[in-house]
């Protein structure tokens, strides 16, 4: 039986991810940082499937000592301060999960068993101002953002590791991928859950940001999937994740209340406090490469995704549950 260690497994894409490694057979250790309170709402449905270990990237022995007990084969690190505009009230600490954080990991994957393959969860936030369109493996990075910076160091040391030490490391550039588990501080979830909550008679407005900014949005559960791909090759790699589209936050609006029955004019507010210092005005990915080498396509396309979220929000809006 293989082991894998998820980093972030309490988070979005930590929850589809350990929840597809149970599915193929793997004992599943999740790092979770000690805390008075843990939020495992995400795994909940799988906490008794799942071991639980105590360790925190900003502390190297702790990693070393994760993986010396667990012996994992695997190790993916999705932890990070991953909210762009966080980065920027927080960047120095956004620097230590986000870039010196990867350090930690790669120096206790090297020192402990290098024989573990390593996943470091890249950020099409790289791209940032972008250089071409689509962006691809070979387009320069040019990050907008602390954040776009720190997972720019993060690629490029998850680089220098494998060439260096021979290690098998891969960074996946994911670009953005959301679910009914995306935080409500992500403009997608933000959308949605404000047309249920409109919907259903508790708000009576959305206040966004730039309406015009444009994204590859995908699904989440799709996209772990091409994590676990990336380890199974037989040489390490660098993937472009993506669907290849790109819709406005306009775009997202309009099919969201659509698909409540309401017109998204209506109700939605441009505030000037929800603009970025610097903005990324277009992001789109060519998954080309990801799709030839791991035999990875998305499954679930735009409209769908939205629909998906606004259905979801709806039920647990309905039902009482926090979402």
């Known amino acids: 039986m293989k082991t894998a260690l998820i980093t972030g497994v309490t988070g979005q894409d930590g929850s589809y991810l350990a929840e597809f490694l149970l599915g193929q057979g793997y004992r599943v250790v999740g790092m979770v940082r000690r805390s008075s309170t843990v ?12 071991e639980i270990a105590q360790g925190d990237l900003l502390d190297q022995m702790s990693i070393v000592d994760i993986l010396r007990e667990h012996r994992p084969t695997e190790v993916y690190n999705l932890a990070a301060q991953s909210f ?40 099409s936030e790289m791209f940032g101002k972008v250089a071409e369109v689509p962006q691809r ?27 260096s030490y021979n290690l098998f490391a ?20 933000k959308v949605t859950h404000a047309v249920a909550k409109i919907k259903l008679g508790k708000a009576k407005e959305l206040r966004l940001g730039n309406l015009d900014s444009r994204r590859d949005w995908g699904f989440a559960g799709d996209y772990v999937q091409a994590m676990w791909r990336m380890l199974q090759q037989d040489q390490p790699d660098d993937f ?9 936050v306009q775009q997202l609006c309009e099919v ?13 507010r441009q505030d000037p406090k929800y603009f970025r210092p610097a903005e990324v005005d277009l992001l789109v990915g060519d998954p080309t490469k990801a799709g030839k080498a791991l035999g990875w396509e998305p499954t679930v ?15 647990a809006i309905e039902e009482g549950r926090e979402v």
């Open 39 to 50: 939020n495992f709402d995400r795994i909940k449905h799988i906490q008794n499937d799942i």
């Open 84 to 123: 762009v505009p966080t980065s920027w009230t927080q960047p120095v600490l956004t620097g230590e999960f986000t870039a010196l954080g990867v350090t930690r990991m790669l120096e206790a994957v090297r020192s402990t068993d290098p024989a573990i393959r390593f996943y470091q969860a890249s950020s």
């Open 137 to 163: 493996e070979t387009t320069p990075f040019y990050p907008r953002s602390p954040y776009g910076v720190a997972k720019v160091y993060g690629h490029w040391i998850t680089v220098n590791y494998r060439e």
């Open 170 to 189: 891969c960074s996946g550039i994911l670009f953005n991928h959301e679910s009914p588990r995306r935080g409500l501080e992500f403009v997608t979830h």
């Open 240 to 248: 472009v994740v993506a669907t290849g589209e790109t819709h406005s």
């Open 256 to 268: 969201a209340f659509g698909h409540a029955g309401l017109d998204w004019r209506e109700f939605v």
């Open 301 to 315: 396309n735009f409209n769908g995704l939205v629909r998906m979220m606004v259905d979801e929000d709806l039920k």
